[in-house]
C-alpha cells in the first residue's frame, strides 16, 4: 500500500475540474486496503468533510462500499464492470494472456504485464507458472516505479527529465536516483531489465519494455525464486524480450501518457 507522502506525490498530476475530488477519493480506494476517512484524507490531502461527501457519490453510484467494519470503505460491485470492460476493450479480450501464457510455458514461470499509470506500474494480467515454489503477482496491484525490473524497464524509455520527475515525486533521494538513471542507457540499449531481491527478498525479474505508437506503455515481466536464476536468465530474457515484442504488436488499446507521446529518452 501506498505511502500518504509518497500517494500525494503520486497524485501531483491528478485529474482537474468539477469531479476531480471524487476522482482523488475512487484512486485512493484503488491503492489503498479498506481505508477509513482519515486515510484517504491523508492520502489524498483531502478535508475530512470532502471526503465524507466523495464517498457519499462514489457510495450511491455503487463504486465504493462500507465494508463490514464500519467506518472502512473498499471499491463498490460497479467497479468489477469496469474492469472487466477495461479487460475486453483495452487488453484485446484475452489476447494479452494468451500471450502471457506462452511466456509462462517457455520460462515455466510467473509472466505479468504491468502498464503505467501516472508514477506507478499496475498488474493488469497475469499467468503463473506450475511449479509449487512459484512467484506470484495480484492483478490490479500496483507498484511504485522506483526499483525492480519492471520499473527500470519502463524509465529506460520515457523522455528526457520524465525519469528523474517520476523518481523524485515517488520519493526516491536525489543521489539514489542519479545512480538508477545512470543504469538506464544500458537498459534501453540491451531491451530489458533485471532485478534481484529490489522490490521482493528471494525474488529475480527480468522484464521488457511494451510500446504503442513508439512510447512506452508498460513491460512485460518474467519473475522466479532468485534459487532457480542462474539457469533461467538468458532464456527467460529472450522469451520476454519476444512477449514484448508481440504485446508492441497487437496494438492495443493502451495509449502513452500525453507528455510521453514525443518519443523515449535521447
Same mark, same amino acid.
Not at 73 to 80: E, I, K, R, S, V
Not at 81 to 95: D, T
Given at each position: 500500500?501506498?505511502?500518504?507522502?509518497?500517494?500525494?506525490?503520486?497524485?501531483?498530476?491528478?485529474?482537474?475540474?468539477?469531479?476531480?475530488?471524487?476522482?482523488?477519493?475512487?484512486?485512493?480506494?484503488?491503492?489503498?486496503?479498506?481505508?477509513?476517512?482519515?486515510?484517504?484524507?491523508?492520502?489524498?490531502?483531502?478535508?475530512?468533510?470532502?471526503?465524507?461527501?466523495?464517498?457519499?457519490?462514489?457510495?450511491?453510484?455503487?463504486?465504493?462500499?462500507?465494508?463490514?467494519?464500519?467506518?472502512?470503505?473498499?471499491?463498490?460491485?460497479?467497479?468489477?464492470?469496469?474492469?472487466?470492460?477495461?479487460?475486453?476493450?483495452?487488453?484485446?479480450?484475452?489476447?494479452?494472456?494468451?500471450?502471457?501464457?506462452?511466456?509462462?510455458?517457455?520460462?515455466?514461470?510467473?509472466?505479468?504485464?504491468?502498464?503505467? +499509470?501516472?508514477? /506507478?506500474?499496475?498488474?493488469?494480467? =497475469?499467468?503463473?507458472?506450475? @511449479? &509449487?515454489? %512459484?512467484?506470484?503477482? !495480484?492483478?490490479?496491484?500496483?507498484?511504485?516505479?522506483?526499483?525492480?525490473?519492471?520499473?527500470?524497464?519502463?524509465?529506460?524509455?520515457?523522455?528526457?527529465?520524465?525519469?528523474?520527475?517520476?523518481?523524485?515525486?515517488?520519493?526516491?533521494?536525489?543521489?539514489?536516483?542519479?545512480?538508477?538513471?545512470?543504469?538506464?542507457?544500458?537498459?534501453?540499449?540491451?531491451?530489458?531489465?533485471?532485478?534481484?531481491?529490489?522490490?521482493?527478498?528471494?525474488?529475480?525479474?527480468?522484464?521488457?519494455?511494451?510500446?504503442?505508437?513508439?512510447?512506452?506503455?508498460?513491460?512485460? +515481466?518474467?519473475? /522466479?525464486?532468485?534459487?532457480?536464476? =542462474?539457469?533461467?536468465?538468458? @532464456? &527467460?530474457? %529472450?522469451?520476454?524480450? !519476444?512477449?514484448?515484442?508481440?504485446?508492441?504488436?497487437?496494438?492495443?488499446?493502451?495509449?502513452?501518457?500525453?507528455?510521453?507521446?514525443?518519443?523515449?529518452?535521447?
Amino acid at each position: 500500500m501506498s505511502t500518504p507522502s509518497a500517494a500525494a506525490r503520486s497524485l501531483s498530476e491528478a485529474p482537474r475540474g468539477a469531479f476531480s475530488r471524487v476522482a482523488l477519493v475512487l484512486l485512493a480506494l484503488a491503492r489503498m486496503d479498506a481505508p477509513r476517512v482519515a486515510d484517504i484524507g491523508a492520502f489524498t490531502g483531502l478535508p475530512t468533510s470532502a471526503v465524507y461527501r466523495c464517498l457519499a457519490t462514489l457510495l450511491d453510484a455503487g463504486l465504493a462500499e462500507e465494508g463490514p467494519v464500519h467506518g472502512r470503505y473498499h471499491a463498490g460491485a460497479m467497479a468489477l464492470p469496469l474492469a472487466e470492460r477495461y479487460r475486453r476493450n483495452a487488453l484485446g479480450g484475452g489476447r494479452t494472456t494468451r500471450v502471457l501464457a506462452e511466456l509462462s510455458a517457455q520460462t515455466q514461470e510467473l509472466g505479468a504485464l504491468l502498464v503505467r +499509470s501516472g508514477d /506507478a506500474l499496475v498488474c493488469v494480467d =497475469a499467468i503463473d507458472g506450475p @511449479r &509449487a515454489l %512459484r512467484c506470484s503477482y !495480484a492483478i490490479g496491484e500496483a507498484i511504485p516505479m522506483t526499483a525492480g525490473a519492471s520499473a527500470k524497464a519502463v524509465l529506460s524509455r520515457l523522455p528526457d527529465g520524465t525519469s528523474t520527475e517520476t523518481l523524485l515525486r515517488n520519493g526516491l533521494s536525489p543521489s539514489a536516483a542519479v545512480e538508477l538513471l545512470a543504469s538506464l542507457p544500458g537498459i534501453r540499449e540491451r531491451g530489458f531489465a533485471v532485478s534481484a531481491g529490489e522490490v521482493d527478498e528471494g525474488v529475480w525479474g527480468v522484464s521488457a519494455p511494451v510500446l504503442s505508437h513508439g512510447a512506452v506503455i508498460g513491460a512485460v +515481466s518474467t519473475m /522466479a525464486p532468485l534459487t532457480r536464476s =542462474a539457469p533461467l536468465a538468458a @532464456r &527467460a530474457a %529472450r522469451a520476454t524480450v !519476444a512477449a514484448a515484442q508481440a504485446l508492441s504488436r497487437l496494438d492495443l488499446s493502451l495509449r502513452p501518457e500525453p507528455a510521453d507521446r514525443q518519443g523515449g529518452r535521447r
